[in-house]
T-cell receptor, first 111, second 118 residues
Framework: AQRVTQPEKLLSVFKGAPVELKCNYSYSGSPELFWYVQYSRQRLQLLLRHISRESIKGFTADLNKGETSFHLKKPFAQEEDSAMYYCALTGRGSTLGRLYFGRGTQLTVWP | NAGVTQTPKFQVLKTGQSMTLQCAQDMNHEYMSWYRQDPGMGLRLIHYSVGAGITDQGEVPNGYNVSRSTTEDFPLRLLSAAPSQTSVYFC?????????????????FGEGSWLTVV
């Protein structure tokens, strides 16, 4: 069965500190992993997807198939990074866009 | 470049009333879906559609109906609103994975509809 786990409901760091948002998953096929960000009362925006291997707003995420993890990292957090972050999973070539979400991590970056 | 458009943005209903949340996309996406977002629960799939005339249930379909008469529109109907349906609703759309012009499995979300049932 597919499952996405974000173990931290809340995460607080100070500006300039490194930040890591954890995401673990279980999926029987070949997954595609995403990170979505939601700023206060706004729509979800795609932050990263593992197949593109991009760095957006200083964030990176590496898919570790051995540990079934897709942790989101940023070396120096900024106040504007404060938001809700969702890890999500879909199947390649099977569920055609159906996303399974984790419960989200609320990141607060203090000045 | 409208993307995914949801209406209304805010709505207050009385228990037992019915209403329809509208969702439209102008990207010719085959796949459309509705999620509800609740604190501590993340986003949960209500219903989805892989093309016009085809719909299926997600994780939490009870109390909701959908239809997909056109590629562009995917309305969500609450038949008899209950306080447990107080939530934020998001519509989403994407290409099917086999579309050669697809930019991967990127899914686009609407701005959300805040629904309160009293």
């Amino acid at each position: 069965a597919q499952r996405v786990t974000q173990p931290e409901k809340l995460l607080s760091v100070f500006k300039g500190a490194p930040v890591e948002l954890k995401c673990n998953y279980s999926y029987s096929g070949s997954p595609e992993l995403f990170w979505y960000v939601q700023y206060s009362r706004q729509r979800l925006q795609l932050l990263l997807r593992h197949i593109s291997r991009e760095s957006i707003k200083g964030f990176t995420a590496d898919l570790n198939k051995g540990e079934t993890s897709f942790h989101l990292k940023k070396p120096f957090a900024q106040e504007e990074d404060s938001a809700m972050y969702y890890c999500a999973l879909t199947g390649r070539g099977s569920t055609l866009g159906r996303l399974y979400f984790g419960r989200g991590t609320q990141l607060t970056v203090w000045p | 470049n409208a993307g995914v458009t949801q209406t209304p943005k805010f709505q207050v209903l009385k228990t037992g009333q019915s209403m329809t949340l509208q969702c439209a996309q102008d990207m010719n996406h085959e796949y459309m879906s509705w999620y509800r977002q609740d604190p501590g629960m993340g986003l949960r799939l209500i219903h989805y559609s892989v093309g016009a005339g085809i719909t299926d249930q997600g994780e939490v379909p009870n109390g909701y109906n959908v239809s997909r008469s056109t590629t562009e529109d995917f309305p969500l109907r609450l038949l008899s609103a209950a306080p447990s349906q107080t939530s934020v609703y998001f519509c989403a759309s994407s290409y099917s994975h086999d579309n050669p012009s697809s930019s991967g499995n990127t899914i686009y979300f609407g701005e959300g509809s805040w629904l309160t049932v009293v």
